[in-house]
């Protein structure tokens, strides 16, 4: 009947559950006792208890036997057990003791090391080195072997300790990412065997610098691959020193030096532009506002403004600097504060501003590939990254919106077909460029979807010379245009748009002291990277993201 063998005592008002327990209870008392003590049992739907039948009562002394015996055993091992890790810890205290009476001293009577870098192990085999670095992962072999990975920023390099070197209470308590310093000699690995660089350091001696907490506190407590996202972004100072973070922000720097190499290649000079500005240049819903002593001013959207005040002093020129925008667009592809490749150009016609888009991305992705070291990260990351050689394919707006329609890809909000004059979302947009597979350069927008500085074509006054350069698996990466370069053709812009031109003098100005006709464009660099190295979202493509919701650490 209903009961508990947990709080049951055996009785009318408070029974046990099963008979079995009622066994266990009898057969502890003492053996003249048990005689005195019958079992009744009540059936569900039953109205009074009977006496237990025999066979139900053998049937659950045997279970009862069966039960003490498992118990039995299990409080055996479980005596056993503890007694064995009492053990094991007394021997772990034991070695813990002893490896603190075991000191290292360098050997004075060996060549005096030389300290270098990882990256210059390979030219430093057979020398006796010292190196500085990071324990990325670690590896016990026995009491008389250790294998250390050591990181330094430049590379990775194995390191072998061996014997006494184990023996040290460091040794015995070192921790991932603790900072060490190792001597030795570089040896290239036997036959069969790997190791980064195909070589390995023999400790002959080594120190800890600075050591990493262990326990609850460690590295792999903090961060490790099943983190939730936003703890990772939390914990972004720590993420930093896995391979894949490195191994983009290594690309970044890489692929930052290659836009200058490539800029300064071609003769454009770099300027660097003010980030507290007064005007804007790409709408004012995405403005980050702030007191400037008393006077309304605003991060920058962009440079190009001032890059363009640079071109009757400078020739062509560009800059990589950050840009703002406040968009609450909480996507894969956004963020609020991202490095801005701008460039302007005078003297062009708007095919020259294409082939020029397209010379730099493919003269950028070449200095980059042709690098060892960082192609080698690339493939890793993205292994099917190959440099682009066939021509960007170039499709007007009006072709994109037959593309779409023709496609069965649907307006979101209605689910009606595309229309002249609707700016394209992002989704349609990528599905289009992923299903071509191949960058487009994607021009003629209509004027009212695009900035107010943008010039309409002579031969369609509807549409702009503008163009985006939209890349397979990222989207938009490149937008630029032509910029109007006459007077009053922009002071109507400025009306249009509902801007004070007042404000703008010192950009009317460059129309009224010899005009001429110019384009230029700005990249952003997060999703540049994204696209070679195939990251999900531009967070992962720069130091500290900042975006809605995410300003530190």
Not at 14 to 43: G, L, N, R
Not at 445 to 466: L, Q
Not at 524 to 538: C, D, L, P, Q
Request: charged fraction near 25%.
């Amino acid at each position: 009947t209903t009961g508990s063998d947990e709080t049951g005592s055996g009785t009318k008002c408070t029974p046990y559950q099963t008979s079995v327990a009622a066994v266990a209870v009898i057969v502890s008392m003492p053996e003249e006792k048990q005689a005195t003590f019958k079992i009744a049992v009540k059936k569900a739907g039953e109205a009074e208890y009977v006496e237990i039948t025999a066979s139900a009562l053998k049937k659950a002394r045997k279970s009862h036997e069966i039960a003490a015996k498992k118990a039995k055993k299990q409080a055996e091992q479980s005596s056993k057990d503890k007694e064995q890790n009492e053990a094991k810890e007394a021997e772990e205290q034991r070695r813990l003791d002893d490896s603190k009476k075991v000191v290292l001293v360098e050997d004075a009577s060996l060549a005096v090391a030389q300290q270098i870098r990882i990256q210059d192990s390979v030219k430093n085999r057979n020398t006796r080195v010292k190196v500085f670095g990071w324990v990325h992962r670690q590896r016990v072999q026995g009491k008389d072997m250790m294998f250390i990975v050591l990181r330094d920023g430049t590379g990775h390099l194995q390191c072998v300790l061996t014997d006494r070197l184990c023996h040290t209470y460091d040794a015995l308590t070192l921790t991932v990412e603790s900072a060490i310093a190792v001597y030795g000699e570089i040896k290239e690995v036997p036959a069969g065997k790997t190791a980064p660089d195909g070589h390995e350091l023999i400790v002959d001696y080594w120190h800890v610098v600075g050591k990493a907490p262990g326990g609850d506190d460690s590295f792999a407590n903090r961060v490790n691959e099943e983190s939730d996202p936003s703890l990772l972004l939390q914990q972004r100072h720590l993420v930093l020193r896995g391979d894949r973070a490195s191994s983009i922000l290594k690309i970044r720097a890489r692929v930052m030096r290659a836009f200058r190499d490539h800029f300064d290649g071609n003769g454009y000079f770099e300027v660097t532009p003010p980030c507290m500005v007064q005007t804007e240049v790409e709408g004012g819903s995405t403005l980050f506002e702030f007191d400037y002593y008393g006077e309304k001013a605003y991060l920058t959207q962009s440079s190009q403004l001032y890059l363009e005040t640079c071109l009757p002093s400078m020739g062509a020129v560009y800059t990589l600097s950050e840009s703002y925008r406040a968009e609450k667009s909480n996507t894969r592809r956004h963020l609020s504060e991202y490095t801005h490749c701008e460039a302007e150009i005078p003297f062009i016609s708007f095919n020259d501003l294409l082939d020029t888009i397209e010379a730099m991305v493919k003269g950028v992705v070449n200095r980059v590939w042709d690098e060892p070291t960082t192609r080698a990260m690339i493939t890793q990351l993205n292994p099917d990254f190959k440099p682009y050689t066939e021509p960007f394919v170039r499709m007007r707006y009006e072709e994109a919106i037959k593309w779409l329609n023709d496609n069965g890809i649907k307006r979101a909000e209605d689910g009606k077909d595309f229309e002249f004059g609707d700016d394209i979302p992002e989704a349609p947009e990528r599905r289009m460029t992923d299903t071509i597979g191949k960058p487009i350069l994607l021009t003629h927008f209509p004027g009212p979807i695009k900035a107010f500085y943008m010039p309409a074509t002579k031969e369609d006054p509807r549409v702009t010379e503008s163009v985006d350069l939209l890349m397979p698996n990222v989207g938009e990466v490149v937008g630029g245009s032509m910029r109007i370069w006459d007077h009053d053709q922009l002071l109507a812009a400025f009306q249009r748009q509902g801007l004070n031109p007042d404000v703008y003098y010192w950009y009317l100005d460059q129309r009224k002291y010899g005009t001429c006709p110019h384009g230029g464009f700005g990249l952003g660099i997060e999703r540049f990277i994204a696209w070679i190295t195939n990251s999900y979202t531009v967070r992962e493509c720069c130091l500290y993201p900042r975006f809605v919701g995410r300003c530190q650490p």
